[in-house]
């Protein structure tokens, strides 16, 4: 065990040894967007330590300072909020009265210069929350491909809305329109990606933007700002910096936010939400608290179930909404599964972001390895053990991955959402137990079931169709593609995002109709042939 824990802490190593081209220089962030302006800040600024550890001369580990940023107060929060409400003007600004074809043109413009900014996101992923370089890699391209998608799709949405609809002696055009104000609030484990997924469609649909930068994962969007002011008219997106129990409160209880988009715990989004004045104007897009089930029946292939199980469970060190956070294992077939299970663990290879073929990294939060260890030692004093040899080893910030058997209903991991690399593993042996762990869980967004008994599983879907938002047949729980609907029942999610939903969650179907008489055909060929108005328009985009 010791030589164990040697190695992996031996995996943190003195900075003049890691590779010249991983290394990064500190990032002292001194400005912040407003209003179309690079203000400079001169206040409190937050350090930013890498979950990557450096030995230090006293033979303790540290973590690296990789830079700080500003923590801006209330009023800068209110400034930002000000440009925002006039950009927006009451729906007549520029940016939501402007034309779907001049907002892809803004929209391809981002693109472009945030493409010019891809090494340095890359690297800052990797030193600000210790994602791999090829997850790190992936998460920017990834979300440059939904971007793109997502104007593909508006294109979509708006030739459909380029015609007019008659009915009953009426003319209309049914077009959809912006909400007003949108604070976007994104998670550390895909800082980039899921923030994108709620502010792009957001944006591109003709809202005003307050973007709060996530906790951990917050320098990484620096380099973004100069191409969100040059490609966007001044006061469409705007960020806030700060303390999020200081800054955001503030801003929810003026009752001018329209749209709440927040990835994260259901504990701070419904505080946001009671802050609000005006429940009936405000409308929530929120993808919250997850604690994913898989279910592995005696009739399922062990091998599959557990590859893909660790997939689930392990991909970022399960820091994901969508990771199995609990297995059902059927009695007959646990000791089998579970030594397969405990073996292809201690197989992962453990190492720094860089380090070529890795699977387990270092954890960004740094309470996160006390949490893990109080988890293990909560449920060992309930009965259950550690199967795989190196379970719960701990070195500076990284975590070996734990399977822990038998947990019951007395652990905290029973229940709780770990957001880390524990594996609890459950015994079953009549299905209706999972089935009513699904029905008692306040969460409800997936569940994986492995079997290759076609009466079984059909026997599975149709109740857990109507307990979570998706059904995962021999395969991992995971948010992809990105034009699947992504959703969750209970206190998971709140709205649907997909390419085709974001879209749709961020904006109002509005229509422009008349009585279908002379005077009014005249008028509505005379407006659309002058090209007099944005939204009464028959113009295609190609």
């Keep these: 065990m010791d030589n164990f824990k040697d190695n992996l802490r ?41 979950p990557v550890m450096i030995p230090a001369a006293d033979g303790t580990l540290q973590r690296k ?39 892809i043109k803004c929209m391809e413009r981002f693109v472009y210069k945030m493409s010019e900014q891809r090494t340095l996101i890359v690297k800052l992923i990797m030193w600000e929350i210790g994602k791999s370089l090829a997850d790190a890699a992936k998460e920017f391209d990834r979300t440059v491909e939904y971007i793109n998608a997502t104007i593909d799709e508006l ?17 209309a055009q049914i077009r959809r329109s912006p909400l007003g104000v949108v604070l976007c609030m994104g998670p550390f484990n895909y800082p980039l990606n899921e923030t994108f997924t709620t502010l792009i469609p957001a944006l591109i649909m ?78 929530a897009v929120l993808s919250l608290d997850a604690k994913n089930a898989a279910i592995v029946t005696k009739d399922a292939d062990i091998k599959l179930a557990v590859s893909e199980c660790i997939l689930g469970a392990l991909s970022f060190n399960g820091q994901r909404c969508t990771a199995i956070k609990v297995i059902f294992v059927h009695q007959s077939i646990a000791d089998d599964f579970l030594k397969l299970l405990a073996d292809t663990v201690e197989a ?6 860089w380090t070529e073929g890795v699977k387990l990294t270092p954890l960004p939060e740094p309470h996160k390895p006390d949490y893990l260890k109080d ?89 857990f169709v109507n307990l979570v938002s998706r059904v995962n047949i021999n395969s991992q729980c995971q948010r992809g593609p990105d034009v699947f609907p ?13 390419v085709h939903d974001a879209l749709r969650s961020f904006s109002i179907r509005s229509l422009v109709a008349a009585k279908l008489n002379d005077t009014n055909k005249q008028l509505i060929n005379e407006i659309v042939n002058d090209n007099d108005s944005n939204f009464l328009s028959t113009k295609f985009i190609l």
């Design 206 to 283: 003709g809202n005003t933007i307050l973007f709060k930068p996530p906790k951990h994962g917050t320098l990484l969007h620096y380099p973004l700002l100069a191409a969100f002011r040059d490609s966007f008219p001044k006061g469409v997106v705007n960020t806030v910096y700060g303390r999020g129990a200081v800054v955001t409160p503030g801003l929810m209880a003026t009752g001018k936010i329209n749209v709440l988009a927040f990835i994260g715990s259901s504990k701070v989004a419904n505080d946001l939400k009671k802050r609000h004045p005006k429940i009936n104007r405000l409308r």
């Design 155 to 171: 294109k979509d949405i708006d030739r459909q809305s380029s015609r007019f609809e008659m009915a009953e002696g009426l003319v």
């Design 486 to 498: 992504f959703t969750g029942r209970k206190d998971s999610a709140e709205g649907t995002l997909s």
């Design 10 to 50: 031996a995996m943190f190593v003195p900075e003049a040894n890691i590779p010249a081209e991983h290394r990064i220089e500190e990032i002292h962030q001194r400005e912040y967007l407003v209003n179309g302006e690079l203000r400079q800040w001169s206040g409190d600024v937050s350090e930013v330590y890498s």
């Design 65 to 103: 300072l990789i830079g700080t940023y500003p923590v801006c107060t209330e009023t800068e929060a209110m400034e930002a909020l000000d440009a925002a409400l006039q950009a927006y003007d009451n729906g007549r600004g520029e940016w939501p009265t402007m034309s779907i074809a001049d907002r």
């Design 375 to 463: 988890c293990i030692d909560d449920a060992i004093a309930n009965g259950a053990k550690i199967v795989n040899q190196h379970g719960g080893i701990t070195a500076g910030s990284f975590v070996f991955p734990a399977v822990v058997y038998p947990v019951n209903e007395k652990m905290k991991l029973y229940r709780e959402e770990q957001f880390g690399p524990i594996i609890p593993v459950i015994p079953f042996n009549d299905i209706e137990e999972p089935i009513q762990y699904q029905i008692d869980s306040p969460h409800g967004m997936q569940v994986s079931i492995f079997s290759n008994d076609a009466k079984e599983i059909s026997a599975l879907i149709d109740p």
């Design 348 to 353: 992962m290879k453990p190492g720094l972001p």
